[in-house]
């Protein structure tokens, strides 16, 4: 499901694409550090944004270096470390087991729960450091197959649980700031969700999965109102972002925020569109 918050590179000055690359790497080299391989293995652009919009707003001390890595093993790049860093590489984990999970319980992908099973026995502090954020994945987890199940018609309602989820997730410390986070986050995975449920509308259709946009789909205004109910989710995002007193790496987010996040959205559209010519 994750994979869509992601920078729009061709509007970025280059200092700051250096330094989203540099959250990139230090938040690859946490995962290998603390989960190992199969930890680093579920590194993503989602995850990578929250490690820059807490480091933004709580700024702090960062290890800066250059480093060498196994897919980059000729020219050093930047790698930025922090505590923030650190959370998002433990929200990585904890949404990437339960996500496994739910292919298991889903599909039956064994290749999944083995997956799981080794990620299981690296992740077990997580739910003790972080009860609130654990509970709130597994609640999500219960809440969404009990609509699916029920065949839930409600666009609005099935967003919302993965809203919820990462709502509770970008709430790194319940502080002054944890409404604003906590309503970014909510909007933010809406978005997340409906652009997921938009790109594997086709696949849903044909293996007879729950899509929530497939009673919209052949309305000849599909994909004018899939564009503005998107929109919305963003601008809501958007607009309680504006509200943080955030200066650190300011450019950086709002790329993601105004122009990344369709980066996705134009590509997946895109295919959509040559695969009807065809």
């Known amino acids: 499901m994750f994979g869509y918050v992601t920078i729009h590179k061709s ?22 550090l603390r989960y190992g391989l199969t ?24 290890l800066l ?23 998002a590489a433990d929200m990585t984990v904890l949404l990437t087991y339960h996500n496994l999970m739910d292919n298991w319980i889903d599909d039956k992908k064994v290749g999944s729960l083995a997956a799981a099973g080794v990620l ?7 739910r003790e450091r972080y009860p609130r954020q654990w509970n709130a994945m597994t609640e999500y987890l219960k809440k969404l197959h009990g609509y699916e ?10 967003a919302g649980f993965t809203g919820e989820l990462l709502g509770e997730i970008l709430v790194y410390r319940q502080d002054e700031w944890e409404k604003s986070l906590r309503h970014i986050g909510f909007f933010l995975g809406k ?22 946009l497939l009673k919209k789909k052949h309305d000849p205004e599909f994909e004018a109102w899939c564009r ?21 790496d300011i450019d950086i987010l709002r790329n993601i925020l105004y122009a990344g996040v369709w ?16």
């Open 149 to 158: 199940k029920k065949n839930g018609e409600s666009l609005d309602a099935a």
């Open 263 to 278: 980066t996705k959205y134009e590509t997946v559209k895109r295919d959509k569109e040559r695969l009807r010519q065809e």
């Open 11 to 32: 509007e970025l000055k280059i200092k700051d694409f250096n330094r989203y690359q540099g959250y990139y790497c230090g938040l690859c080299r946490s995962l290998r």
């Open 228 to 248: 503005q109910v998107l929109t919305m989710m963003m601008a809501e995002c958007a607009s309680e972002f504006e509200k943080l007193p955030i200066l650190k």
């Open 120 to 126: 299981k026995k690296k992740c077990g502090h997580i």
């Open 39 to 62: 930890g680093q293995l579920a590194l993503n652009y989602d995850m990578v944004f929250l490690a820059v919009l807490l480091t933004g707003l709580y700024e702090g001390r960062e």
């Open 65 to 87: 270096a250059m480093r060498r890595c196994a897919l980059h093993p000729s020219v050093k790049h930047l790698s930025i470390q922090n505590p923030y860093v650190d959370y």
């Open 191 to 212: 978005f997340i969700y409906l652009m997921d449920a938009y790109e594997d509308l086709e696949e849903d259709e044909k293996l007879g999965r729950y899509n929530p």
